[in-house]
């Protein structure tokens, strides 16, 4: 309504305004996962971007956490957004462990997600969130935060939530998928 106003009063005369729908471009994913190359999940994928609201540092929190307690070795790989190298660069002074993988964005999203068996969010902030739905029509399960933002998603069977910030929860629900057997991952990835 705010922006048909406008559009009645002036712009529409000049022809400057046009409406485009939001939604996924289903075409800039030209491959699925492929379910019978995985023996098990053990590569996991977050994009970087402001730390403010992505929070890397509370799923290197439960990376590092997993290592400590746990038997598992999962992998992390990480894009590198505006400040992903400084963050993870001082959350490890500087040795950052073989385990976590810094890698190049690329607009051809296929590429980056062929990294991944499972992809995490801990955002605390999202309008809608590309990545999670990007992810999905991928045919990866996800693990996301409990925010608004993300709540669209939190429905369907290939989702894993944690409380927002809540490491203990991040890394349990890491080792839970980590755990359900590839059957049921590709099932459920299917109905997402």
């Not at 922006?3 to 000049?14: C, E, G, R, W």
């Not at 073989?98 to 980056?112: A, K, M, P």
């Amino acid at each position: 309504d705010f922006v048909l106003k406008y559009n009645q009063l002036s712009f529409n005369k000049f022809n400057k305004s046009k409406t485009i729908l939001n939604g996924i471009d289903c075409n800039r994913i030209n491959q699925y996962k492929n379910w019978d190359e995985t023996k098990s999940i053990t590569r996991f994928l977050t994009f970087g971007g402001r730390n403010i609201d992505k929070r890397i540092d509370i799923i290197l929190d439960a990376f590092c956490l997993i290592y400590k307690i746990s038997l598992f070795r999962p992998e992390l790989y990480i894009t590198i957004g505006t400040d992903t190298i400084d963050i993870v660069s001082m959350y490890f002074n500087h040795e950052i462990p073989s385990w976590c993988h810094l890698i190049d964005q690329n607009e051809d999203i296929t590429s980056i997600f062929s990294f991944a068996d499972c992809f995490i969010s801990a955002s605390v902030h999202e309008t809608f969130s590309y990545a999670i739905c990007e992810a999905s029509i991928y045919g990866i399960p996800t693990i996301q935060s409990d925010i608004p933002g993300t709540k669209w998603n939190a429905i369907n069977p290939s989702v894993k939530e944690f409380k927002s910030l809540d490491v203990a929860e991040l890394s349990n629900q890491i080792c839970s998928i980590i755990e359900t057997p590839i059957d049921r991952i590709k099932n459920d990835c299917l109905v997402t």
